[in-house]
Structure formats: structure tokens, C-alpha cells
């Protein structure tokens, strides 16, 4: 079921957007998911808002990645749960990778949350978000940290939400 979203190029142009979702919502499960982004999502629920959430969105038999990130695409707004443990999701930082194209892209509009946690940490990658990308870089190839690496600083310089002890 798609819907029709608003014009992306100007006022005067016939060219519009489609969305299958309002929002998708990108966090770390181990930190949220029974928590914080389950309230979100009822939230989101009980105001009419067509929601993608990993466990609920995904057409089983498929490629996880693949549908993650074609919902991103398929998407209006992003909603990005920053929590301890995101960074240390390569899934999350993908996720997060194809959002950020996705903007650059098609005008999709990203609104941060920082969960219990600094957006410093995020935003030079400190704490949790450094000690996770020591890891990764010792796995993964520079081409992808760095693109994570932006990524995670150009959304963290967004206008956000700071949530702290909620």
C-alpha cells in the first residue's frame, strides 16, 4: 500500500514522492527494543502513523538486509534511537550509511534521539561509539568505517532529541 508524500523537487512540479511507511525507526534492540522503542512505536501506533520496526516489517524468507534497506527507502522520515550499544551493530551503522544517502538523495528527513547517552559520543565517536570502532576497524575494510564515521557525525549534528534516565 503506498502513499502519496509531497512534492520533491518544487511546489509547481507534478513529480511526487511515494512512501510505504511514515517513519522507520533505527535502533540497537539490545538497548531499546523492550524498552524506550516499543513505547515510541505504540506512540507512533496510536496517532495513525505507519511505522517500519525490524521485527514487524520484515517479509520472512527474504534477505534481512535487503528489506531493512529498501524500508529506508520506502520511507518518509527516520527515526534514529542512539543508544550505548548501536555502534557496535554493523547492521545499525549500515542502516544508518543508506539513511544518510537516502537524505542526500531523496530528501528524507532524520530525527535523532540520543538515549541515555552523550551526543559528543556520537558525534566524534568517544565512549561506547570510539570502543566500537576500534573493533570494527580491525575487521571491516577503512572504505566502510569512514563512511560510518560520517555518517554518524553529520546526523549527530542534526537538530535532535536528549534523553536522559527516561
Known amino acids: 500500500m ?5 512534492s520533491t523537487l518544487s511546489p509547481s512540479s ?3 514522492s511515494w512512501w510505504k511507511y511514515d517513519v522507520f525507526l533505527s535502533f ?16 507512533l501506533k496510536r496517532k495513525g502513523i505507519l511505522t517500519f520496526k ?5 517479509d520472512r524468507g527474504k534477505s534481512i538486509l535487503s528489506e531493512l534497506l529498501k524500508a529506508i527507502e520506502e520511507s518518509r522520515f527516520v527515526i534514529i534511537i542512539f543508544s550505548k550499544n548501536y555502534a557496535s551493530s554493523r547492521w545499525c551503522l549500515d542502516e544508518l550509511a543508506k539513511i544518510v544517502r537516502c537524505r542526500e538523495e531523496k530528501g528524507l528527513t532524520i530525527l535523532p534521539i540520543f538515549y ?3 551526543p559528543c559520543d556520537v558525534r566524534k565517536q568517544t565512549g561506547t561509539f570510539g570502543q566500537a570502532f576500534n573493533t570494527h576497524e ?3 575494510n577503512i572504505k566502510r568505517v569512514e563512511t560510518w564515521r560520517d555518517a554518524l557525525e553529520e546526523v549527530a549534528n542534526l537538530s535532535s532529541w536528549h534523553l536522559q534516565n527516561r
Do not use: I, N, P, Y
Open 14 to 16: 507534478s513529480m511526487t
Open 28 to 43: 540497537s534492540g539490545v538497548d531499546t527494543r523492550q524498552s524506550f522503542t516499543d513505547h515510541l512505536l505504540a506512540a
Open 54 to 58: 525490524d521485527d514487524e516489517g520484515l
Open 116 to 118: 541515555d547517552m552523550d
Open 2 to 6: 503506498s502513499r502519496q508524500g509531497a
Open 138 to 140: 580491525d575487521k571491516e
